[in-house]
């Protein structure tokens, strides 16, 4: 059973950065496509920024140019680098593999406001 721990998380005001990390443990992810994902109060979970086998990343266009995701496959963790950071940006971050599994984290909150 995989287990995904979320951490990094906190209060923030608008234009400031964020480092999540998420540390998996009961599998590899090494051969998975992996994400962060997030879900803001009253809305569906979305997927933001995924990252590639050979590392090659994907962004939702809401976060392109602001976030970076990035994984090291030696301590099975993903991380999410967020800069610019706005109001919007305001949610429970996720990460899963890429189509995801079925068990989440508990996620960390990232809240922006000033």
């Known amino acids: 059973q995989v287990q995904l721990v979320e951490s990094g998380g906190g209060l923030v005001q608008p234009g400031g950065s964020l480092r999540l990390s998420c540390a998996a443990s009961?599998?590899?992810?090494?051969?998975?496509?992996m994400g962060w994902y997030r879900q803001a109060p009253g809305k569906q979970r979305e997927l933001v920024a995924r990252?590639?086998?050979?590392?090659?990343?994907i962004y939702d266009d809401s976060v392109r140019g602001r976030f970076a995701i990035s994984r090291d496959n030696v301590k099975n963790t993903v991380y999410l680098q967020m800069n610019s950071l706005k109001p919007e940006d305001t949610a429970v971050y996720y990460c899963?593999?890429?189509?995801?599994?079925?068990?989440w984290g508990q996620g960390t909150q990232v809240t922006v406001s000033s």
């Open positions: 899963n593999a890429f189509p995801s599994w079925n068990s």
């Open positions: 009961g599998r590899r992810i090494s051969g998975y496509r």
């Open positions: 990252i590639l086998l050979s590392s090659g990343a």
